[in-house]
């Protein structure tokens, strides 16, 4: 009997140990940067152990990743960010998003026989404005000297650095690889595309990286980065002109935010798309969580449809809200959540909610908590793949393709103009309760709302930590419109026959995609000082707390 008993506890010990994600949270008194790549993220820690504030880092890390993710970022995007001030608890956020060309328009296009928004190509340009971003947020809240921040980013590009396995499936790919070849610069820049573990050199870049270092903002929108910018439009028939590089300013803006049960969940207003993840969470809200779990039928219903409705408002109402008014007071609002649920059948996929076109991007997001215990929530994208694949002559970045967010359609709001800033898909995020205060993104196009969605319900309704919520088993509503979506095998089997019989047309894909999302989360507990972090396995990277000086 002793020795049965003794059997039974030691399979109930084994069985209690062990979890059901991968990587453990980073956790620290120290400061920690959280990036998609583990040289960005390392290069942000040692700005931390420097005395560097969050921002500092997050430059640091931004511009390394310009260099080891030149597909998905760099100098030639947009920025959005979110600064929490631990000694205040005052939110401030940035919207560093470029603006359609002065010659750019609907009548320009449509003489060229251009019916539609390009996607990619000097067309889809808008101009950049993730530097000037940078410079602002340093500007009010950084310690360290500007030209410190860029030393990292100057060396990797000027000296190489190994490529990771989720950067090679990117650029390794025959898509983008025939479409880099449409450009000459983009061509000799970026091909061949290197292999997982070459080294990679970006010299011209590097020079772009060290004149912005020394001359500041002024060399990207005046200087000799300026003039090299204008004269790549100019060689392909863009409209690009000096003015409208000279005369961009990045705009300080009041984050949105709603209650979902306890905690305040904040997103950037228009004209990104954050307001469709609060409202996707307000209507999540109206009903109380799945009792089988984050991964039964039930709750993946409930998510699936939410995001549907939710999407279906986003591609409806956001636009620049400089040129139209979103309702976001109404599409935020309790009464408004009640309203759009009741549209959920519990047992029936609904494939008739009407929405926008899809779009994909690539971007990347990154997380700080300095040593004081601020943080900021830090998100900037070229767009698709290398953006418009345009590269700027003699600098070594490409220039994204912003203007695709925009539509021709006269009739809606988010119509291109002159001076006008498209939809975006970019969107940091923050949540608090109490003491706990949480930055956080998930970044990849359309997914971005949904992602960021499903992660704080994964932490707040069914208990999971930063890491675990990251990591769990994500969908993606390839379509807004109709019942067709993709999620990852881990799902189970059972959820998946469940989910297929209420009506969904499921493509099960691998366990860990891209495709949904590479996301960042940090978690600072402002009674105690600790910070935990975490760091999404669908991307290279990490997160990487400060050395201790």
Known sequence: MKRLLSALALVTTLHAQGRNYGRSMVISQQGIVATSQVLASQAGAQILARGGSAVDAAIAANAVLGVTEPMMTGMGGDLFAIYWDAKTGKLTGLNGSGVAPQGLSREFLNKKDIMTMPGQGIHSVTVPGAVDGWYKMHQRFGKLPWKDLFQAAIAFAEQGFPVHEGVNEYWDSNSLVKNLNA?????????????????????????????????????????????????????????????????????????????????????????????????????????????????????????????????????????????????????????????RAALINAEKANCEVAAGDPVGSNTTYLTVVDQDGNI??????????????????????????????????????????????????????????????????????????????????????????????????????????????SIESRVPAATVRQLTRRGHVIQTLRGYMELMGRGQAILHNSKTGTNFAASDPRADGSAIPAPIN
């Not at 000279?246 to 949105?256: D, G, K, Q, R, T």
């Not at 449809?305 to 956001?318: I, Q, T």
């Not at 992660?455 to 088993?473: I, R, T, W, Y």
């Open 376 to 485: 900021t929530s830090w998100i900037q994208s070229l767009y698709s793949a290398f953006g418009s694949r345009v590269t700027v002559e003699g600098m070594g970045f490409a220039l994204q393709n912003r203007g695709a967010g925009f539509t021709l359609d006269a009739r809606h709001p988010n119509v291109l103009a002159p001076g006008k800033r498209p939809f975006h898909t970019i969107i940091p995020a923050f949540m608090e309760r109490g003491d706990e205060h949480i930055g956080f993104g998930i970044m990849g196009g359309n997914v971005q709302p949904e992602a960021h969605a499903q992660f704080v319900s994964n932490f707040v309704d069914f208990g999971m930590n930063l890491q675990e919520a990251l990591e769990a088993p994500r969908f993606f509503k390839s379509n807004a419109a109709g019942c067709e979506l």
């Open 183 to 339: 450009n000459n610069e983009s061509a000799r820049v970026f091909l061949p595309a290197p292999k997982t573990g070459d080294l990679f050199k970006n010299p011209d870049m590097a020079r772009a990286l060290r004149l912005l270092a020394e001359k500041g903002t002024d060399a990207f929108y005046k200087g000799v980065i300026a003039a090299a910018i204008l004269q790549t439009s100019q060689h392909l028939g863009g409209t690009m002109t000096a003015q409208d590089l000279a005369s961009f300013s990045s705009e300080w803006v009041e984050p949105v935010s709603i209650d979902y049960r306890g905690w305040r969940v904040y997103e950037l207003p228009p004209n990104g798309q954050g307001f469709a993840a609060l409202e996707m969470l307000n209507i999540m809200g109206t009903r109380p969580p799945a009792p089988a779990g984050a991964l039964s039928a039930a709750e993946l219903h409930e998510r699936i449809e939410a995001m549907k409705l939710a999407y279906s408002d986003v591609h409806a109402y956001d636009a620049d809200p400089r040129t139209y008014h979103a309702p976001l007071e109404q599409l935020l609002s309790n009464k408004y959540a009640q309203k």
